[in-house]
């Protein structure tokens, strides 16, 4: 059954990340009433705060875009503030939509809630199935408890709580730093800065080998939408491109897009992470969604908007 979403009230948490920014301008189509909610009024990680924002501003559906995120280094890193921050955001909004009863709730997930080795395409059904890659499971763990706590208020309370697992994700908003960011906002700053001041060669980390899926933000939202109107299970449902490529494909690409014509190394001391990632979105096709952005298209949208946003002073080389 569709869920219709005009004249109601959606509150798009995390409206100020990239995804959140994303889906806040795809639902201006929507004749919807978009809540969001800044850092300073509200403290997600803080249960009381979550639950007096939700009863105030009575909100009909919720997106959880709201996440603690970061790449394959940040994960490595900061094991504990990517579980407990991510475990809190995720328990607060859902019991708080609980308690109000919100009609719809869909939370964001990730790729990297599936196995290591899990087969690819990577299927919905593979959550649980084996061990995690090491790097990302503190996350891994945290948005896999997302997905069971919406299975588990719609079996316990019949509330129509989804939760959708984007693959790799990147575009215009993205998080750019070379130590903490993905790797798409990381190359595309450390190419742009190699051509700059003319280096002969630039060093990518890991084996070059590991394969990935990427889908830009703006195709991510028009899916998410889609999702929030047509999709009502309890399962996950995949949202990726179909398409995968190398790291050191990828390297290549982005090289040819910001005009660098050096030597690119590859330094394997740097984890790899999973071998290869590509999720199996058959299910999302089902419902008559397709991603319309290139690879190619999205990355060079990506890089003039950072170029833009060096200027506009929105980002810094560091
Ligand atoms: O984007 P990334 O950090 O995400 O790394 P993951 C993808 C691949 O790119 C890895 C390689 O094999 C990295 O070793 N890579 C090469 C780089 N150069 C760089 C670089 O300069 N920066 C980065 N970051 N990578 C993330 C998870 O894993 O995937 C998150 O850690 C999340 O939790 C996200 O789930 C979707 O795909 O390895």
């Known amino acids: 059954m ?6 109601k009230k959606i509150w798009v948490a995390g409206h100020t990340g990239m995804v959140g920014k994303a889906v806040t301008k795809h639902l201006i189509n929507e004749s919807c ?7 300073a009024e509200i403290d997600l990680r803080r249960q009381h705060e979550v639950e007096c924002w939700i009863n105030e501003n009575s909100p009909d559906a919720i997106i959880i875009a709201a996440a603690t995120v970061g790449g394959i280094n940040a994960n490595k890193s900061y094991p504990a503030k990517f579980l407990y921050d991510n475990l809190m955001i995720e328990t607060n909004i859902i019991h708080g939509a609980h308690k ?10 990730s790729s990297c809630i599936y196995p290591k080795y899990a087969p690819q395409p990577i299927s919905e059904y593979d ?4 061990p995690l890659e090491t790097t990302n499971r503190w996350y891994a763990i945290a948005k896999i408890s997302g997905v069971m706590l919406c299975q588990a208020y719609r079996e316990e ?7 959708a697992m984007p693959t790799n994700l990147y575009g215009p908003g993205d998080l750019f730093n070379t130590d903490t960011s993905h790797v798409i906002p990381a190359l595309l700053m450390r190419f742009n800065e190699a051509k700059k001041t003319d280096q002969k060669s630039i060093t990518v980390w890991g084996s070059g080998k590991p394969r990935r899926e990427f889908l830009h933000c703006d195709d991510l939202a028009d899916a998410l939408i889609h999702t929030l109107k047509y999709y ?7 949202i990726g491109s179909g398409l995968d490529i190398t ?5 290549y690409l982005i ?3 910001v005009g660098f014509e050096g030597e690119i190394l590859f330094d394997s001391s740097m984890p790899d992470g999973t071998p290869k990632k590509l999720l199996n979105s058959q299910r999302l096709s089902q419902t008559g969604w397709h991603p319309k952005i290139s690879l190619r298209d999205g990355l060079l949208d990506t890089f003039l908007w950072y170029q833009k946003a060096l200027i506009d002073g929105i980002v810094r080389i560091k």
Not at 2 to 7: E, R
Not at 33 to 39: E, P, S
Not at 127 to 130: A, D, E
């Open 157 to 163: 309370y019949g509330h129509n709580f989804i939760s």
């Open 255 to 257: 090289a040819d897009i």
């Open 247 to 251: 790291i050191a494909e990828l390297a």
């Open 2 to 7: 569709t869920y219709s979403l005009k004249g």
């Open 127 to 130: 959550m649980l199935s084996g």
């Open 100 to 109: 109000a009863d919100v009609t719809k709730l869909m939370m964001l997930g």
């Open 33 to 39: 009433d978009v809540l969001t909610c800044n850092r």
């Open 232 to 238: 009502s299970d309890s399962e996950p449902l995949n």
